[in-house]
């Protein structure tokens, strides 16, 4: 019987030596309390941060308080015998601020009472201290965020919702907060068209001139920057705007004066233009005027031709005057399915008197099955009839300077391949020194004389083939005079 006792009383002791040392080996700060909130037990990691002695009240040993805490997970234990969760905060020994999660459960005798109360602590003050430097890296972006000059929204990715937005954005669109969070971003374009087009290239970073409407309805000219980005553990579109309202507005009224310019240099060839039908006119009225004084009858054959020859150059003084017209009003950048030839020849047709007074003859080599292009057609006649003033006095010029016998030719030609269409204006005039190749499409440049050219024309020319997609190029030809190249990218979605 002894010996069984004994055996017995070593295995309750291994026991106890097993369950001491996981008590004493777990990570967090474990105590044992009684009803008075003594320390009756704790392992020894509680041990080393705090060195307490046994009968310390817990809220002197690790909170260096001097009563209890107000809310206090063990109180709420030993009043309703259920295990409590709280966080809790205190001053550690050496002065440091500490942050710990809590747990309680009771210790319960034989008969079922509460005899004591075992807290485990963790330790979270470095979580804790992470979490500030997460909120203040958070406070310091929004800082940055709302007070960056340019308009930042943040979209859905799914439903291009905006999510947020900058104090930036506000001002510019004239929107309050709750009038545009949430909203959809197409609230800003005037039309679905244009928002539905903007969708559709979502994948390109930059989005160029894009119209956009204020809450007043005012318009805007801007320009896009899309870049995916993290928000609040989702994947969203990251928005800026840059506003180039001014830049736009100075540019056309730009673009405007060199149409008026051109107009100017077109005076006389339109007025010879106009004096032909203005003779045939006055030609036939006055026939009939005679005819009709003499009190004379007219034959019905003449007086139908004389009709029709009235109607006919009325007809062509009418577009003459209508596309002088359209030529000249003031419009907005717009682009659509452009025909290079149709408007080659438009641009000839109001500039072609201009030729015939010089003796300049017009070689067309045109590809007939030219693919359409996206552009302005009228900013892409100013930018032909500019090059063919340029080329109309680089012919003269070398005509009237040097020796005799240079034909003077301008030849027209266009083409395609690889899905480009090209278009090119070449003469046979002065050509371009090497000195002023790299400068030739600078604002305000021009190698004529003073009081002969604005030194707008190719600038603008240049300006309007970018925002056009195109490029345009310039180059010497052998035997004398200069070529200008326009290369730009076919529609492909209307084909030929």
Request: proline share 4%; hydrophobic share 35%; aromatic share 8%.
């Amino acid at each position: 019987m002894g010996e069984k006792i004994k055996t017995k009383q070593d295995e309750l002791n291994k026991q106890k030596d097993r369950y001491q040392n996981l008590f004493d080996e777990v990570p967090c700060s474990i105590t044992v309390q009684s009803r008075d909130y003594k320390l009756i037990e704790f392992n020894k990691e509680f041990s080393k941060k705090f060195q307490p002695e046994y009968g310390d009240h817990c809220y002197s040993a690790y909170k260096n308080l001097s009563r209890k805490c107000g809310n206090c997970p063990v109180e709420r234990t030993f009043n309703d015998g259920q295990s409590h969760f709280s966080e809790e905060s205190g001053i550690n020994k050496d002065g440091t601020i500490a942050h710990w999660f809590v747990k309680t459960a009771p210790l319960k005798d034989e008969n079922g009472h509460i005899v004591a109360a075992m807290e485990m602590s963790i330790d979270i003050s470095r979580r804790k201290k992470l979490e500030g430097i997460v909120k203040d890296s958070e406070r310091k972006y929004q800082a940055v965020f709302k007070s960056i000059p340019n308009p930042i929204f943040i979209l859905n990715m799914g439903n291009f919702k905006i999510l947020n937005c900058n104090d930036s954005a506000l001002n510019l669109y004239g929107y309050t907060k709750g009038e545009i969070e949430n909203k959809a971003f197409s609230l800003l374009f005037p039309d679905t068209e244009r928002f539905e087009n903007f969708k559709t290239q979502i994948q390109k970073p930059f989005h160029e001139r894009l119209a956009h409407r204020k809450k007043t309805g005012e318009p805007l000219y801007v320009n896009i920057w899309v870049s995916p980005a993290e928000f609040t553990e989702q994947t969203v579109l990251l928005v800026t705007v840059i506003d180039i309202t001014l830049s736009i507005e100075t540019e056309q009224q730009l673009i405007q004066a060199g149409k008026m310019a051109t107009l100017g240099e077109m005076a006389t060839g339109v007025a010879h233009e106009l004096n032909q039908p203005l003779s045939v006119i006055k030609t036939a009225s006055g026939f009939i005027s005679r005819k009709l004084k003499k009190n004379e009858p007219i034959d019905l054959e003449i007086l139908n031709t004389l009709a029709e020859e009235i109607e006919n150059h009325v007809d062509r003084a009418s577009k003459i005057t209508n596309h002088m017209r359209l030529f000249g009003r003031k419009s907005d950048f717009s682009k659509e399915p452009v025909n290079i030839n149709d408007t080659l020849k438009r641009a000839f047709d109001i500039f072609s008197q201009q030729l015939k007074l010089r003796e300049i003859t017009v070689k067309w080599e045109l590809d007939e099955n030219l693919p359409l292009i996206l552009a302005d057609p009228v900013r892409l006649e100013q930018v032909f009839i500019n090059l063919l003033i340029n080329a109309r006095d680089a012919v003269v010029t070398r005509a009237e300077t040097q020796e005799e016998g240079i034909p003077r030719q301008i030849t027209i030609a266009t083409a395609s391949s690889k899905e480009m269409v090209t278009a090119s204006i070449s003469d046979t005039g002065t050509g371009i020194p090497a000195e002023f190749m790299d400068k030739i499409f600078e604002p305000f440049f021009t190698t004529k004389k003073v009081g002969e050219g604005t030194g707008l024309g190719l600038s603008i020319s240049y300006g309007i083939i970018r925002e056009s997609g195109g490029d345009i190029s310039v180059k010497n030809n052998p035997q004398g005079g200069a070529v200008f190249s326009l290369r730009f990218k076919m529609d492909k979605g209307r084909g030929k």
